[in-house]
C-alpha cells in the first residue's frame, strides 16, 4: 500500500505558526516599502536635545523644525526627556536654524543641541559593506554547515538560518524601528 508520513499535530502547529510570522513579516516589508534604515545608512542631518522645560511632544517639535526648513523630519522621543530629530541632508545655514527652533523648544542654549552629520555617500558605503558582510557571514555559516553535518542536517540548519533572518527582518519591517 501506500505509505504516508503523518507528523504529530504538535508539528504541523509550529510549521502554521512561522508560516504565518513569515507571511505577516513578507507583507509589512512591502506594504511599507521596505526597512526604516538610519541615517547611518541613508546619510542625512540628527540632532538630539533633553528638553528640560516640559514633556516632549512629537507633533510640537515637528512643526518647529518644520518651520525652520526640516519638514519631512522623523521625530523621536529617546528615554523621558531626550528627543533626536533626523532630517535630510542640511547645509550649515539649514543645521543652525533647526538646531535654534530646538533649543528654544527644549529650554536649553543651541550649543547643548547636538548635532551629527553624515554624508549620503557615508551611508552608501556603509550599506554596502554591511550586504557584503552579511553575504560573507552567510557564505562562511554555509560551508561550516556544509563541513560539520551530514548533507540532510546541513540543509536543514541552512533553512533554519535563513528562516530566523527573515523573521528578523519582519520584526523590524513590522515594527518600524531604525535598523
Not at 76 to 91: A, C, N, S
Not at 134 to 142: E, G, K, P, Y
Not at 154 to 171: C, K, P, R, S, Y
Request: with cysteine; aromatic share 10%; glycine share 10%.
Amino acid at each position: 500500500g501506500v505509505q504516508t508520513c503523518a507528523l504529530p499535530i504538535w508539528m504541523w502547529r509550529w510549521a502554521l505558526i512561522s508560516g504565518i510570522a513569515l507571511a505577516i513579516g513578507l507583507i509589512s516589508f512591502f506594504a511599507r516599502g521596505g526597512l526604516n534604515f538610519g541615517i547611518d545608512f541613508t546619510g542625512g542631518t540628527a540632532f538630539q536635545v533633553t528638553v528640560t522645560n516640559t514633556s516632549p511632544n512629537a507633533g510640537a517639535i515637528r512643526d518647529a523644525v518644520a518651520a525652520a526648513g526640516a519638514p519631512d523630519a522623523k521625530i523621536v522621543i529617546v528615554g523621558g526627556k531626550t528627543v533626536r530629530v533626523q532630517t535630510k541632508d542640511l547645509g550649515q545655514a539649514e543645521q543652525q536654524k533647526v538646531r535654534a527652533a530646538l533649543a528654544k523648544y527644549a529650554g536649553v542654549s543651541p550649543a547643548n543641541v547636538s548635532v551629527t552629520d553624515v554624508s549620503a555617500t557615508w551611508g552608501q558605503q556603509v550599506s554596502g559593506k554591511a550586504w557584503r558582510a552579511l553575504a560573507v557571514f552567510f557564505v562562511v555559516i554555509t560551508l561550516y554547515l556544509a563541513i560539520r553535518f551530514e548533507l540532510k542536517m546541513a540543509i536543514a540548519a541552512i533553512v533554519a538560518v535563513i528562516h530566523d533572518i527573515l523573521i528578523t527582518v519582519g520584526v523590524y519591517a513590522l515594527t518600524g524601528f531604525e535598523v
